[in-house]
């Protein structure tokens, strides 16, 4: 298939693209400007520049297609509207059609859960509140929807995991936690995540959400001391200092007890393989894996 995939050059989006050329699809990757045209054009995909926030000129690209990927995010409270803008343009051009559209939502939007059901009722935490109701509009939709839900994202070095391994210590070298420690993380590592977003592309019927997560759920205790090492020490945060520093919106995310086996994503073939947080964690959280 020609996909147009959104978010190309980014973390996600980027192990996304590796996977739809590997698995022979052509991918025409929305970019901002030209340098990030060449650097996707570099590895034998279409750039078009453009404006997210333009649901119009959106349209006439994804009509030209026959599938579409969303993983731009602006990370910032643009965000919202972006969200908007491309559910726009994709109700308007794959409306009532059978070309396949997966849009990123998080995990976090099903708040504190310690068994997370993927069509359990959201209870967003603020920072992605205004999730469900695009989320929502768009499943309801005549367009061939999927909703997929990472966890907390890890790999090759990057992603939140990087933030609790580069944490402060206190006086004796010992790391402090994010929050007492005890909150459990729903997890999924890039690569399989790329997996997954192919597998719901080519093989979910639409109208579902589905928590991308690998069915490892270690507590941030246990994350922390795999840092560290058996040589090491770990100390409980707490709400404030957590708030201090994330800020308020990201920490109240951070601190969610969540778990999740991603039942709907098996269910759809998707085999999650890759190594745990734990263990890239112990191993220094290497760049290469």
Do not use: C
């Not at 590997?22 to 404006?51: F, I, S």
């Not at 396949?100 to 509140?129: C, E, K, L, M, R």
């Not at 402090?176 to 997890?187: E, F, R, V």
């Not at 090492?229 to 969610?256: C, H, K, N, Q």
């Amino acid at each position: 298939m020609d996909i147009l995939l959104t978010g190309a050059t980014g973390y996600v989006g980027n192990a996304v693209l590796k996977r739809l050329l590997a698995a022979g699809h052509e991918v025409t990757a929305v970019v901002r400007n030209e340098d990030k045209a060449a650097e996707v054009e570099a590895v034998g995909v279409t750039p078009v520049v453009g404006d997210l926030f333009d649901p119009a000129w959106l349209a006439t690209q994804l009509e030209t297609v026959q599938g579409a990927i969303h993983t731009a995010a602006g990370s910032d409270d643009q965000d919202p509207a972006l969200n908007d803008s491309v559910i726009d343009a994709v109700v308007t051009a794959f409306g009532g059609t059978p070309k396949p559209f997966v849009h990123t939502g998080g995990v976090w939007t099903y708040g504190d859960n310690p068994d997370i059901a993927d069509d359990d009722p959201q209870q967003p935490p603020a920072i992605t509140s205004w999730r469900p109701a695009g989320e929502e509009r768009l499943l309801a939709s005549d367009v061939r929807a999927s909703v997929l839900r990472p966890g907390i994202v890890y790999g090759h070095g990057q992603g939140i995991p990087a933030m609790l391994a580069g944490g402060p210590r206190d006086e004796s070298g010992a790391l402090t936690l994010i929050g007492t420690g005890d909150q459990h993380w729903a997890t999924i590592h890039v690569d399989e995540l790329a997996d997954l977003y192919l597998v719901v592309l080519e093989k979910a019927p639409g109208g579902q959400a589905y928590a991308g997560a690998n069915g490892t759920n270690p507590t941030v205790r246990e994350l922390g001391e795999a840092v560290v090492g058996p040589d090491g020490a770990v100390v409980d945060g707490s709400t404030d200092e957590a708030g201090e520093r994330f800020g308020p919106a990201f920490a109240e995310a951070l601190l969610l007890d969540q778990q999740s086996a991603g039942t709907a994503a098996r269910a759809l073939g998707w085999e999650p393989s890759a190594p745990s947080l734990v263990d890239l964690l112990r191993a220094g959280y290497p760049a290469d894996r």
